[in-house]
């Protein structure tokens, strides 16, 4: 029997005690052969589902191929991507890099460059509070995390933290050190909070005024996820920067930084890393971007998410949720006490895969390929794993 802990991995998390061996689609399978439905898909990443035929093809045809010339030479995917990304954002330029904090870190070095030049004595950028926007020192610093303030002081400084959803607490956060306002359109590790449907108008509005950029963490919104191919879009808002990552790849690691034309300021020597722009990932995202960007991908992610959204209103109802709230295939069950650990450890007993970003709150980001059968079949379980715990808490209050 698997330990939940294992003596040569550095103790990070509390893992299950099973060993994931295969996904195929909605599908999971451990090393017992067991099989789960899956509603984390690899924290939103796996935007095209497990496994899906046209990455395996386009992994095999590119590995063939070219793996890695340096990022000190041109390659073929990566220049068809950085195209592509800008056509389909109005953006004018992208830098690749392999994960969303470095994506973040990026766009954070580009509005300080930006600042320099532009803007004298600026260097700050105003986050949110429950943001969450990588792990790296300067991203933990960015992401408003009180508990992350403490764990490897000192952090860098340069963010300013104001209340998420309060377009008046940035504006008044503003000044002359002020180089960027940096959030997400949903806040998505903080538990699926969906500001009013202003906030990023309103943003793009006192970015305007004051005179500083508008950086767009689509880190998780991104590529389809909520029913539009990068959620600013369903309000009509262009950021100067936008930054992408796991859906971007679907499973294979790569993010990246797009700007605007003035934003673009970067010169060579100011950043980089080994593995930017490699052609196996951007041969990769290039495929996901093609598939995400047919009519009928995104058609299905906003009919799912309806459907989705009604399922979860439904047990919400039955079983007292305090908030369902989402968009797209993004969705969050929120409740007024502390039961969402004890529902996703219940749910992974009856072979259902969710996750508890807070205590008290459930989060589903589907396959975007989800079909109405698996959601079906998330209702049954879902149900039958709210029933287990919250039958097991009702006779402590009825009592
Ligand atoms: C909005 C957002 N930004 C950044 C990140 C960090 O991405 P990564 O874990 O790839 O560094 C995440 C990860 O969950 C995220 O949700």
Known sequence: MLDERNPFLMNICQRPPVVMTRGAGSYLWDHNGRRYLDF???????????APEELVRAVTAQSALLLTPSPAFHNAPQLELAQRLVAASGLATAHFACTGAEANEAAVKLARKWA?????????????????????????????KPAWDALFPPLPAGFRRVPYGDAEAVAAAVDAQTAAIMVEPVQGEGGVVVPAADYLQRLRRVADAAGVLLILDEVQTG???????????????LPDILTLGKGLGAGVPISAVLASRQASVFAPGDQGGTYNGNPLA???????????????????????????????????????????R??????????????????????????????????????????????????????????????????????????
């Open 40 to 50: 984390v898909q690899g924290w939103a990443v796996n935007a095209l589902g497990h």
């Open 223 to 237: 590529m389809g996820r909520t029913g539009a191919l990068f959620a600013h879009q369903h309000h009509g808002v």
């Open 116 to 144: 320099r030049l532009n803007r004298p004595g600026a260097f700050e950028v105003v986050t949110t509070w429950n943001a969450f926007h990588g792990r790296t020192f300067a991203m933990m610093a960015a992401s408003g």
């Open 282 to 324: 951007t041969a990769v995202a290039l495929e996901v971007l093609r598939v995400i960007e047919r009519p009928e991908f995104l058609r299905n992610v906003s009919e799912r998410g309806q459907e989705l959204e009604g399922i979860l209103r439904a047990l919400g109802a039955r079983f007292g949720a305090r908030e369902v």
């Open 326 to 399: 989402g968009r797209g295939l993004l969705y969050a069950m929120e409740f007024a006490e502390d039961v969402a650990e004890g529902v996703r450890d219940a749910a992974l007993e009856l072979g259902l895969l969710l996750n508890a970003p807070r205590p008290n709150t459930l989060r589903l980001m589907p396959s975007l390929r989800v079909t109405s059968e698996e959601l079906a079949e998330l209702r049954a379980l879902l149900s039958r794993a709210l029933e287990r715990v919250l039958r097991q808490r009702a006779p402590r209050g009825a009592a």
